[in-house]
């Protein structure tokens, strides 16, 4: 069982905008700004697409972002493509015994 | 351009020990932290050790504690797992990465391609 709680799936049309929800505690997420976001596609490796809450790393489109309240963070895919049809996990850094923690993905589906 | 590629993966049986390898190139190595993050078939990602530019800061999930050991050599741009008396849960493809800064455990990119580990008798 993963320490953050995320939607096992999520779907939209193209065009259409979508969020993923990603819920900790506050000695996770709601403690501090070093949640990350990260895409990964069918027999890929993760990619980093959110940093620090609601950064975009370079070359990452505008159509991703990222925001937090309290204790639940999450990523707003805009103007949906086909390539966005991927897997999705947020994550937080924990500070405790467990320092990261990961979500248990979210499976986002193009329609 | 940023690479690194994993190495050691393979069946070993519950148990047994095993030593994975990262190789790093393209940025200056021992400038960064690094860590490995693990994912099961069909599951979540999931963090499993993480290690300050010059080794001096190791940290470790609490599910590997005591079991795994992380290092790494600056001069050969590598970073190493160590993993001792494997379960079948350790059963898991392996991904080495790249933090963002030097002794931090924040996010991490990029990644490599993943080396698989399967534990079975």
């Known amino acids: 069982q993963s320490a953050l709680t995320q939607p096992p799936s999520a779907s939209g049309s193209p065009g259409q905008s979508v969020t993923i929800s990603c819920t900790g505690t506050s000695s996770d997420v709601g403690g501090y700004n070093y949640v990350s976001w990260y895409q990964q596609h069918p027999g890929k490796a993760p990619k980093l697409i959110i940093y620090e809450v609601s950064k975009r790393p370079s070359g990452v489109p505008d159509r991703f972002s990222g925001s937090k309240s309290g204790n639940t963070a999450s990523l707003t895919v805009s103007g949906l493509q086909a390539e966005d049809e991927a897997d999705y996990y947020c994550s937080s850094y924990a500070g405790g015994n467990n320092l990261v923690v990961f979500g248990g993905g979210t499976k986002l589906t193009v329609l | 351009e940023v690479q690194l590629v994993e190495s050691g993966g393979g069946l070993v049986q519950p148990g047994r020990s095993l030593r994975l390898s990262c190789a790093a190139s393209?940025?200056?190595?021992?400038?960064?932290?690094m860590h490995w993050v693990r994912q099961a078939p069909g599951k979540a990602l999931e963090w499993v050790s993480g290690i300050s530019w010059n080794g001096g800061i190791t940290d470790y999930a609490d599910s590997v504690k005591g079991r795994f050991t992380i290092s790494r050599d600056n001069a050969k741009n590598s970073l190493y797992l160590q993993m001792n008396s494997l379960r079948t849960e350790d059963t898991a493809l392996y991904y080495c990465?790249?933090?963002?800064?030097?002794?931090?455990?924040?996010?991490?990119?990029?990644w490599g391609q993943g080396t698989l580990v399967t534990v079975s008798s």
């Open positions: 990465a790249k933090d963002w800064y030097s002794s931090s455990w924040y996010w991490f990119d990029p």
């Open positions: 393209g940025f200056n190595f021992d400038d960064f932290a």
